[in-house]
């Protein structure tokens, strides 16, 4: 373990240092939830039954859970691109513990995504949103979502190091946006179809989204979800380490063993 502590804090310096080498992926990142909730905050709230501010306030927990689900396509591509360029031969030559490189980058991961929170969460009290409830539930739902996107960073780890190319992660990864769709995220399930409403809600994204929504006081739990959506936290919990119980094993394996 203290191997695995030594060896992990070191890949993690590295993973930052290569994030603060490449600032314009840093800023795109940052900058798209906020485009993104102005443009359906004001666009869509206004089309929705929900009222602009309300809609708005619906949308912010929302967006958070997308941003956090990206830690796929941003694992997937960084994993790929040490692949790719022959990084993870090298490290793997290297005498560390197998699991400290993808722990590393998802942590560094981590991290970064802490980090952008603070400006997307500034936008969003600037066009209304609040937090309803307690700072310790809100402290509760940030911690939730942190780790959503530390279990959906080692999903990311495990298709880079199959898919063994930037060019290919990078198309894979962007077909992830339709994942927030196949959700609660933007807007509510109640009206869906009954298929496809049983379909958004077995999405973890809508366990995390429903959660935050409930922790932060924006939204009530809706009647009648499926059960990860009706025990919100229950579920998100369930979710997470259902996702890191498969995928952190299969990364940690894939990386040592590399294409064998």
């Given at each position: 373990?203290?191997?695995?502590?030594?060896?992990?804090?070191?890949?993690?310096?590295?993973?930052?240092?290569?994030?603060?080498?490449?600032?314009g992926?840093?800023?795109?990142?940052?900058?798209?939830?906020?485009?993104?909730?102005?443009?359906?905050?004001y666009?869509?709230?206004?089309?929705?039954?929900?009222?602009?501010?309300?809609?708005r306030?619906?949308?912010?927990?929302?967006?958070?859970?997308?941003t956090?689900?990206?830690?796929?396509?941003?694992?997937?591509?960084?994993?790929a691109?040490?692949?790719?360029r022959?990084v993870?031969?090298?490290?793997?030559?290297?005498?560390?513990?197998?699991a400290?490189?993808?722990?590393?980058?998802?942590?560094a991961?981590?991290?970064?995504?802490?980090?952008?929170?603070?400006?997307?969460?500034?936008?969003?009290?600037?066009?209304?949103?609040?937090?309803?409830?307690?700072?310790?539930?809100?402290?509760?739902?940030?911690?939730?979502?942190?780790?959503?996107?530390?279990?959906?960073?080692w999903?990311?780890?495990?298709?880079?190091?199959?898919?063994?190319?930037?060019?290919?992660?990078?198309?894979?990864?962007?077909?992830?946006f339709?994942?927030?769709?196949?959700?609660n995220?933007?807007?509510?399930?109640?009206?869906?179809?009954?298929?496809?409403?049983?379909?958004?809600?077995?999405?973890p994204?809508?366990?995390?989204?429903?959660?935050l929504?409930?922790?932060?006081?924006n939204a009530?739990?809706?009647?009648?979800?499926?059960w990860?959506v009706?025990?919100?936290?229950?579920?998100s919990?369930?979710?997470?380490?259902?996702?890191?119980?498969?995928?952190?094993p299969?990364?940690?394996?894939?990386?040592?063993?590399?294409?064998?």
């Amino acid at each position: 373990m203290s191997m695995l502590t030594h060896d992990g804090t070191a890949m993690l310096g590295r993973q930052l240092q290569r994030i603060r080498n490449t600032p314009g992926l840093l800023i795109l990142t940052q900058t798209m939830p906020i485009t993104m909730l102005l443009f359906f905050g004001y666009v869509f709230g206004s089309a929705l039954a929900m009222p602009g501010e309300e809609y708005r306030s619906f949308l912010v927990p929302g967006l958070l859970v997308a941003t956090a689900a990206n830690g796929i396509m941003t694992g997937m591509f960084q994993a790929a691109q040490d692949v790719h360029r022959g990084v993870t031969d090298r490290l793997r030559t290297l005498p560390i513990s197998r699991a400290a490189v993808p722990l590393g980058q998802s942590v560094a991961d981590v991290l970064v995504t802490a980090a952008g929170m603070v400006p997307f969460l500034l936008v969003g009290l600037a066009v209304g949103w609040r937090v309803e409830k307690s700072p310790l539930q809100a402290v509760g739902a940030l911690g939730l979502l942190l780790l959503f996107r530390f279990a959906t960073t080692w999903i990311g780890i495990f298709l880079g190091l199959l898919t063994r190319n930037e060019e290919a992660a990078g198309q894979l990864g962007g077909a992830t946006f339709i994942l927030p769709l196949l959700s609660n995220a933007y807007i509510p399930t109640e009206g869906l179809p009954g298929w496809l409403r049983t379909l958004a809600e077995w999405n973890p994204i809508s366990a995390v989204t429903t959660a935050l929504r409930d922790l932060f006081g924006n939204a009530p739990v809706p009647e009648g979800a499926a059960w990860p959506v009706a025990h919100p936290i229950a579920g998100s919990l369930m979710w997470c380490a259902v996702l890191l119980a498969v995928f952190a094993p299969l990364a940690v394996r894939r990386y040592a063993h590399g294409e064998g």
